[in-house]
């Protein structure tokens, strides 16, 4: 039997959806940026403010299209910066490529001066991260960037060596894998490779490819970073870390809980986070 708060949880979710998101800049976004018959189906959703610097690159979209399965600007780690405006630059000739739903929390700056930005499935920006593209920044499937980081594959700047003469390249491209947890302040730089199921710390400095000098599933701290764990692997699946609360909560005694070893396979729906509500 269909109960009250059943019914009436579709109705709260629409009015929800009225006043949460920015319908002016969700039209033009998507009709600026998409053919009509992608456009039409309103893929990427604005939610609170949006700043267009540049938009004269291209915003492509490499997977099935339903709508809002683009989030930006939606409000979940609650950091006061992700009241502030997404800031976005896209310069003429570069793009961003969405493989799949993204979240991009409110207060990030996209800033893609060249080249190519690309985001994996079920990808998570969190408040205030930065990133400033003018290579490429390849992000994978179902990782989760937390509040503040920052992820650059330029240096900005040319610097010259005054005894040899010798000026180096300033960029390099940036990959990170699947999987993969960067904790709050959190800085990627040029020429970063990062393998699957990696962790940082908070306030990790990344600055080399470290797909050299670990294996997948490292838990990396400090500045610059060095491997202090290895085996490890951030629970993304949410009924999954709900059942393990709840397990500590009944067992304050008990700080371990056995399950089979291997990799979490992580849900195949789509998670309650990536909804349009």
């Known amino acids: 039997m269909t109960s009250v708060k059943d019914k009436v949880r579709p109705i709260y979710y629409f009015i929800l959806l009225i006043f949460k998101i920015n319908w002016v800049k969700t039209v033009y976004i998507n009709f600026k940026t998409q053919p009509f018959n992608i456009a039409f189906k309103f893929p990427i959703i604005i939610y609170g403010k949006l700043k267009i610097y540049t938009l004269l690159g291209n915003i492509k979209i490499s997977s099935p299209i339903s709508m809002g399965m683009i989030h930006l600007g939606k409000e979940i780690d609650f950091f006061p910066v992700s009241l502030n405006p997404i800031k976005l630059t896209i310069n003429s000739g570069s793009c961003i490529i969405f493989e799949g739903p993204a979240i991009i929390m409110g207060g990030c700056s996209i800033s893609v001066w060249n080249g190519e930005f690309k985001i994996g499935k079920y990808v998570t920006l969190g408040s205030g991260v930065q990133i400033k593209c003018e290579d490429k920044i390849s992000i994978g499937s179902f990782t989760r960037v937390v509040a503040m980081s920052t992820i650059t594959d330029t240096n900005f700047h040319f610097v010259k060596d005054i005894k040899t003469g010798i000026i ?110």
């Open 168 to 277: 180096k390249r300033s960029f390099a491209p940036i990959s990170i894998g699947n999987n993969c947890w960067l904790n709050s302040g959190t800085i990627v730089t040029k020429g970063v490779v990062l393998p699957d199921y990696c962790i940082t710390a908070q306030n990790t400095f990344l600055n080399k490819d470290y797909s050299k000098i670990c294996q997948p599933n490292t838990f990396l701290a400090g500045s610059p970073a060095k491997a202090l764990a290895s085996n490890v692997q951030r629970i993304f699946d949410n009924e999954e870390e709900k059942r393990l609360k709840e397990f500590f909560y009944k067992n304050p005694d008990l700080n371990e809980y056995q399950v089979d070893v291997g990799i979490h396979q992580e849900p195949s729906y789509t998670p309650d986070l990536f909804k349009l509500y």
